[in-house]
């Protein structure tokens, strides 16, 4: 499975953004996928996650009510789309595909991450 985010970039405090995660390859439809990042000097963290088949979701606390993940089977895409930024979302966002879970060792790919900045 090969996966690939996009849509980072620099933003003021307040604002929003969109991420996407194109995955690609064998089983790459069915996969239950996540979102993760990682601040400069700190570990990787779970943001969100949503599974293939019933489509539930599970959120950290530190972004619910705030960001919002979906996916797009047909498109083999996952979405994030975050709201009201703050400065402390400022960091290394990383899409996963086969796993679960809030470990960062419980997945199994991991694409490139996507800078997200956010200037207060």
């Known amino acids: 499975v090969q996966l690939q985010a996009s849509g980072g970039g620099l933003v003021q405090a307040g604002g929003s953004l969109r991420l996407s995660c194109v995955s690609s390859?064998?089983?790459?439809?069915?996969?239950?996928m996540a979102w993760f990042r990682q601040a400069p000097g700190k570990e990787r963290e779970f943001v969100a996650t949503i599974t293939f088949s019933d489509i539930s979701t599970d959120y950290s606390n530190s972004v619910k009510g705030r960001f919002t993940i979906s996916r797009d089977n047909v498109k083999n895409a996952v979405y994030l789309q975050m709201n009201s930024l703050k400065p402390e979302d400022t960091a290394l966002y990383y899409c996963?595909?086969?796993?679960?879970?809030?470990?960062?060792?419980?997945?199994?790919?991991w694409g490139h991450g996507t800078q997200v900045t956010v200037s207060s």
């Open positions: 390859g064998r089983s790459s439809t069915s996969n239950t």
């Open positions: 996963a595909a086969v796993g679960s879970g809030h470990t960062p060792n419980n997945w199994r790919y």
